[in-house]
C-alpha cells in the first residue's frame, strides 16, 4: 500500500534520511523507533508531503505522491499527534464530525451517524455530548484516534502520541491502543522513540538511526537476532550488556572466551556462523540481564558488586566486570527473600552465560551470525 524507496531528506547540508526503503501493506502495524533526532518525524512529514524529499520515491496505492492530489493524499493518510488537539469548546461528536462535515465529505446526519458507530465499538458512546475536559487522558485519546478515522483514512499515522505522558497514564494508554487495532481493522504507522512503546504496539519494527534503518523485524526477531550492536542495545530493558572477548574457531567448531572462561557456542549459532565461514577474532560479547546466571556449574567469570534495585518479582543487581558495568536479573523467587545478604555491596560474584542466548558483533558492530 505505501511503498518508499530510497528515500531521502537533507537540511542545510545534514543529510537526515540517507535513503530509507519501506513497504507497508494493508493491514500492517508498523512502529518506527529510534532516538530522538534520528530523522522519523521527517520521515512521517516526507509521507504527508509536509516536506518534499530530494530524492527516492514514496508510491501510495500504486501511484507516486508527488502525482496524486495532495489533499487527497492527506486525508488518506489519518494523524494522531502528541497533544490530542480536541477542540476544546466543541462535544466529542461535533470533534469527530467536524472534518468530514467541513470537507464535504459527508452530510451532517451521516456524519453522526458514523461518529455513533465509531463511538460505539471503542466503548464510549455514552461521551458523545460531553466536552473534552470531562474526559480521562485516555479517553481523549481514544476519541482523537477515532477524529482521524472518521475521514476512512487508509492507513493512521501516529506521531510520538504517549510521549508527553507520565508513566502511568502512558502504560494504560498503550494498553488501550493495543486494544484499538484490534477492534478497527486499519493499516497503522506508529512512530516513537520508545522501544517498549514499539515491542508492544507493533506487527513489525522498523529500528532507525542516523537517517538509516538499521532493522525490520517482528519485535521477537529484533530482540532474539539484533542486526548489530545499536539494535542490540537499544531493544531491551534493562540494556544488553557487552563484554570484550575472543571468538575461538577450531576445526568448523566454535567458542567465545570471556576472562578465560570458554563457553562452546550453541548447535544454531555453530551452523549460522559456519554458514558464513566466520574466523576466529575479537568480538563484542553481548548478554541480555536476563541471560546471565549466578549458578556457575562449568566455569564462571568474576564480577564486583555495585549495587542491586529491588523490581518487586526481580532483581537488577549492577555490576563491574573489568571496568565495565553490566546488569544481570535475578528472580527474587532464586534467592528466597534473602537479598541484603546475598548481594553485598563490594562483594566478589561469580556470573556465567549460556552459548545459546549469547550474542556476538564483530569489529564493524554486525552481528557476526547474520
Ligand atoms: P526525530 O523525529 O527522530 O526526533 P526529526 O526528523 O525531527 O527527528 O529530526 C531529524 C534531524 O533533522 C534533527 O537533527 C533535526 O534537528 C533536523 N531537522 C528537522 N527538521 C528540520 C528543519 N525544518 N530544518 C532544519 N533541520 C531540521
Not at 220 to 226: A, G
Not at 277 to 295: M, Y
Request: a negative charge; aromatic letters at 6%; charged letters at 20%.
Amino acid at each position: 500500500m505505501i511503498v518508499v524507496k530510497d528515500l531521502k531528506k537533507n537540511y542545510n547540508g545534514l543529510d537526515v534520511l540517507k535513503g530509507i526503503d519501506l513497504t507497508i501493506n494493508k493491514g500492517d502495524v508498523v512502529c518506527l523507533v529510534g532516538p530522538s533526532g534520528c530523522g522519523k518525524s521527517t520521515f512521517l512529514r516526507c509521507l504527508t508531503r509536509l516536506e518534499e524529499p530530494d530524492g527516492g520515491t514514496v508510491m501510495l496505492d500504486g501511484k507516486e505522491i508527488t502525482e496524486r492530489d495532495i489533499d487527497a493524499t492527506r486525508a488518506q493518510m489519518g494523524m494522531v499527534f502528541q497533544h490530542f488537539n480536541l477542540f476544546p469548546h466543541l462535544t466529542v461528536k461535533k470533534n469527530i464530525t467536524l472534518a468530514p462535515v467541513r470537507l464535504g465529505r459527508m452530510s451532517q446526519a451521516a456524519a453522526d451517524k458514523q461518529a455513533m458507530e465509531l463511538l460505539e465499538r471503542i466503548g464510549l458512546a455514552d461521551k458523545a455530548d460531553v466536552y473534552p475536559n470531562m474526559l480521562s487522558g485516555g479517553q481523549q485519546q481514544r476519541i482523537a484516534i477515532v477524529r482521524a478515522l472518521a475521514m476512512n483514512p487508509e492507513v493512521l499515522l501516529f506521531d510520538e502520541p504517549l510521549s508527553n505522558l507520565d508513566a502511568k497514564l502512558r502504560n494504560q494508554m498503550r494498553a488501550e491502543i493495543i486494544k484499538l487495532r484490534q477492534k478497527i481493522n486499519t493499516t497503522f504507522l506508529y512512530v516513537t522513540h520508545d522501544q517498549t512503546e514499539a515491542m508492544t504496539l507493533g506487527d513489525r519494527i522498523v529500528i532507525m538511526k542516523d537517517g538509516f534503518i538499521q532493522q525490520i523485524g517482528t519485535p521477537q526477531e529484533v530482540f532474539d537476532h539484533p542486526a548489530n550492536l545499536f539494535v542490540a542495545g537499544f531493544i531491551g530493558t534493562p540494556p544488553m550488556n557487552f563484554f570484550d572477548a575472543e571468538l575461538v574457531g577450531r576445526g568448523g567448531h566454535y567458542a567465545v572466551v570471556l576472562d578465560g572462561m570458554t563457553v562452546e557456542l550453541s548447535e544454531n549459532k555453530q551452523q549460522r556462523l559456519a554458514a558464513k565461514g566466520v574466523a576466529g577474532q575479537h568480538v563484542t560479547l553481548g548478554v541480555r540481564p536476563q541471560h546471565i546466571s549466578l549458578q556457575c556449574e562449568s566455569g564462571s567469570v568474576k564480577a564486583r558488586m555495585d549495587v542491586f534495585e529491588m523490581m518487586g518479582s526481580e532483581i537488577h543487581l549492577h555490576a563491574n566486570v573489568n571496568g565495565r558495568d553490566m546488569v544481570i536479573i535475578v528472580p527474587t523467587t532464586d534467592i528466597n527473600g534473602n537479598y541484603s545478604d546475598a548481594f553485598t555491596i563490594g562483594k566478589e560474584i561469580d556470573f556465567s552465560f549460556s552459548g545459546s542466548t549469547c550474542h556476538l558483533f564483530g569489529n564493524d558492530g554486525k552481528n557476526l551470525e547474520f
